[in-house]
């Protein structure tokens, strides 16, 4: 699977919005982008998939450049509520096995 | 809606004690996933079971033994703990048939072996 480097940490403040990248140079045809969120002292929670231009929800924003080496998830506008880990992994949809959760970035947004 | 949810949420065991760990969901998916997070450190899979009546090893499945009793559970079993599966431990599901990288996480049990 394609290994991903990634911000071991970023600082914000409220109303910020927050764009951390992810690289991932040697990213398959058949792989897919995917976000996980992991507040403190719970399980990561999905955000957002993508596997190329640009991809949009309730939460977030996935920015996937031509080349697709590398991702920036964009959220919008951040709450303290906001501060937490976010992973960045890629691989195929049929890969459940074999997802890789690196050390993640971590968020902190401050007042 | 539950999703995912497993018990207990926190066990303090001796060295050598056995204890399981229950996962249940209700989202009727098919594949199901233990993993276990070190402080600090990101997850790594100990067994994942693909669909009803199949288990597979992941990373780090020394030490433990899975079940999956029927579509909904999924348990983990710690034969002989040991200091060293002090951990969180998380279950997941995820619908599989194509979509098997969303997964969606348990709240986690929080072990401690003395």
């Known amino acids: 699977l394609a290994k991903t480097t990634q911000p071991i940490s970023m600082d914000s403040y409220e109303g910020q919005e927050v764009n951390i990248t992810c690289s991932h140079n040697?990213?398959?045809?058949?792989?897919?982008i995917t976000w996980y969120q992991q507040f403190p002292s719970q399980g990561p929670r999905f955000i957002i998939q993508?596997?190329?231009t640009k991809v949009t929800n309730e939460v977030a924003s996935l920015f996937i450049p031509a080349d697709r080496k590398s991702s920036t998830l964009s959220l919008p506008r951040v709450s303290l509520s906001d501060t937490a880990v976010y992973y960045c992994?890629?691989?195929?949809?049929?890969?459940?096995?074999?997802?890789?959760f690196g050390g993640g970035t971590r968020v902190l947004v401050k007042p | 809606n539950a999703g995912v949810t497993q018990t207990p949420k926190f066990q303090v065991l001796k060295t050598g004690q056995s204890m399981t760990l229950q996962c249940a969901q209700d989202?009727?998916?098919?594949?199901m996933y233990w993993y276990r997070q070190d402080p600090g450190m990101g997850l790594r899979l100990i067994y994942y079971?693909?669909?009803?009546?199949?288990?597979d090893k992941g990373e780090v499945p020394n030490g433990y033994n899975v079940s999956r009793l029927n579509k909904r559970e999924f348990s983990l079993r710690l034969e002989s703990a040991a200091p060293s599966q002090t951990s969180v431990y998380f279950c997941?599901?995820?619908?599989?048939?194509?979509?098997?990288?969303?997964?969606?996480f348990g709240a986690g049990t929080r072990l401690s072996v003395l």
């Open positions: 997941a599901s995820g619908p599989g048939q194509g979509a098997q990288n969303i997964q969606y």
């Open positions: 040697n990213i398959a045809t058949n792989d897919y």
């Open positions: 993508g596997y190329k």
């Open positions: 992994l890629v691989g195929p949809k049929a890969a459940g096995n074999k997802l890789t």
């Open positions: 989202m009727n998916h098919n594949s």
């Open positions: 079971s693909a669909s009803e009546g199949t288990t």
